[in-house]
């Protein structure tokens, strides 16, 4: 699956080139999601990862470039069109983002309450799906406070598929969880991808966990991909950054130190006042 | 030569900054009055912001008015007294409550207690991701978390300014009447005379009205506005306090002027 046919994908960005002020943060991306895979972008921190996910969201607009979701350019979207494709997407955040104020139940029921006119006898059946669905029907009374970072993790993925979206995305969804949480959340993006005939997309830097269940990576590095094929074929990758990268070199393409000026002359004009 | 140009860029950046977030704030308010259809239409949103605003405001508002009227009758009936005017020190009490602290000190205290929390809480919303998680549920923050609140605010201030100013003449009576030996009937029946509704009652309510305004203008757009962080939800906060309490001062200042210009009260 080296180069997904664009007939077959859901998401594609064009030369996608994007910054903050001066700071270029995409460089050129070409990217192609294909239909009910699961696709994972990688990178190390502040590599533009997250970006991505937001260009396709529509949270954040392209400088130069196309996004385009099920065959609609983000861009030209207007605000309603935008609000009509972002129903259809769905997005659990690095630390779920659950609405601290509102039970478990509730967070699950909140976009089903926003987006239809369901009967409430139609909406709790729902929910009670959807947590059974992550293993969380016994913590649909408790509040987001409550939970382990884990469950609220699932807890925010039942939110997130509650309107059988075509398209699932996962900003860092392993991140801060103990083996056994993130075995499980692994699991269920695999698991409900293929059963709600999903796509997915995954930004993470978890590369031994995202390995097992994505069936194509992207390397993210400085703002463009450096490399990108099925796990398989990239264990034995001779790309820098992707030897680098998993196998967890603490120098490399993404040197150890931060740049700097020459460390002698730092200590020789600290030495002379 | 340097000095003087660096002084007067920082002094340019420093005003250019201030006139882009006036700029932006504006927008934002406008975005705020075109989305507010939904907390009319669903009406238990601005419902539940109103308990949290407006009824949780109630304890502070109401002690706050009572301790105010009875220290205001306490001073003034010595002063009065020197003039043989001590049955007046009910006009007195409802004058300065109605007219003027019962909108200000009530506005303070709103800013306070209420504005501070809205802020904190949007602002933490924001920081949480959980405003973004709305947005890509395809549901409008805006709509659905800042005009609820800001309505609920701009509805709160003018009820809590009138129970401020209620409870403050409670106060009064209670020392005016119960413990200085004032006659009840003169309390109350120069009190009703010297009231004018219009250029007391009503003005007092307009200034409530426009200091919840402001206090919820500023406190719905700190937090919004508030960096993703510990420390900017902080800032953010007590920007909130302070950038109220001078908006109420100074707009106590122009409403009075514009109110009472002329008019011999």
């Known amino acids: 699956m080296t180069s997904p046919s664009a007939d077959t994908d859901l998401v594609t960005l064009r030369d996608v080139n994007f910054g903050y002020s001066r700071r270029p943060v995409l460089r050129g991306v070409d990217l192609s999601v294909p239909k009910g895979k699961v696709v994972a972008i990688m990178g190390g921190s502040g590599s533009g990862k997250t970006t991505i996910l937001r260009l396709i969201g529509g949270q954040l607009r392209a400088q130069t470039g196309e996004v385009r979701v099920a065959g609609a350019d983000i861009a030209q979207l207007d605000s309603n069109g935008l609000f009509r494709m972002r129903r259809r997407m769905g997005m659990l955040f690095q630390f779920g983002a659950l609405f601290t104020d509102i039970s478990v139940y509730d967070n699950v029921a909140f976009p089903l309450r926003e987006h239809t006119s369901l009967p409430d006898e139609i909406i709790n059946d729902l929910v009670i799906m959807k947590l059974e669905a992550v293993g969380l029907r016994g913590a649909a009374r408790m509040r987001p406070a ?10 925010a993925l039942a939110r997130t598929i509650a309107l059988d979206p075509m398209l699932i995305m996962y900003d860092e969804p392993f991140a801060g969880l103990d083996p056994i949480s993130l075995a499980v959340i692994g699991d269920l993006i695999r698991r409900l991808n293929d059963a709600l005939g999903a796509t997915s997309i995954i930004v993470t830097h978890d590369v031994f966990e995202s390995m097992k269940i994505v069936d194509h990576i992207y390397f993210v590095a400085d703002g463009r991909i450096v490399a990108q094929g099925a796990p398989g074929e990239l264990r034995g990758s001779s790309v820098p950054f992707v030897h680098q990268f998993l196998n967890g070199e603490t120098d490399g393409p993404v040197p150890f130190h931060y740049p700097a000026a020459s460390f002698q002359s730092e200590l020789m004009e600290a030495a002379h006042g | 030569m340097d000095e003087v140009a660096r002084l007067l860029r920082r002094l340019g950046a420093g005003v250019i900054d201030r006139i882009w977030r006036l700029g932006y704030a504006s927008r934002f308010m406008a975005m705020v009055l075109r989305d507010s259809t939904m907390a009319f239409r669903r009406f238990s949103l601005t419902m539940r912001e109103l308990y949290f605003a407006g009824v949780l405001s109630l304890v502070i508002v109401g002690v706050s008015g009572l301790f105010v009227g009875m220290v205001l009758a306490l001073q003034g009936f010595e002063t009065l007294q ?24 009530a506005g303070l205290l709103f800013a306070s207690r209420a504005g501070s929390a809205i802020t904190a809480e949007i602002g933490l919303m924001k920081t949480t991701e959980q405003l973004s998680a709305m947005e890509m549920m395809a549901v409008n923050p805006i709509a659905r978390v800042v005009a609820p609140r800001f309505w609920a605010g701009v509805i709160s201030m003018p009820l809590l300014a009138a129970i401020f100013s209620v409870m403050g003449v409670f106060g009064g009576w209670i020392v005016a009447v119960k413990l200085l030996g004032v006659d009840n009937g003169t309390f109350w029946s120069q009190m009703q005379a010297q009231i004018d509704f219009r250029l007391g009652i009503v ?52 409403l009075t002027v514009f109110m009472f210009r002329g008019t011999g009260l």
């Not at chain 2, 300065?96 to 000190?105: F, I, N, W």
């Not at chain 2, 800032?235 to 001062?249: N, P």
């Open chain 1, 146 to 155: 409550e939970l382990s970072g884990g469950m609220a993790r699932r807890v």
């Open chain 2, 82 to 105: 020197n003039f043989g005017a001590a049955e007046a020190v009910g006009v007195l009490v409802a004058t300065s409550l109605v007219k003027e602290l019962g909108p200000v000190v």
């Open chain 2, 203 to 254: 003005n007092g309510i307009i200034k409530s009205a426009v200091f919840g305004v402001a206090i919820t203008a500023i406190a719905v757009f700190e937090g919004y506005d508030a960096p993703p962080t510990a420390e900017g939800v902080a800032s953010a906060t007590t920007r909130t306090v302070v950038a109220s309490a001078l908006a109420v001062l100074a707009l106590d200042f122009v």
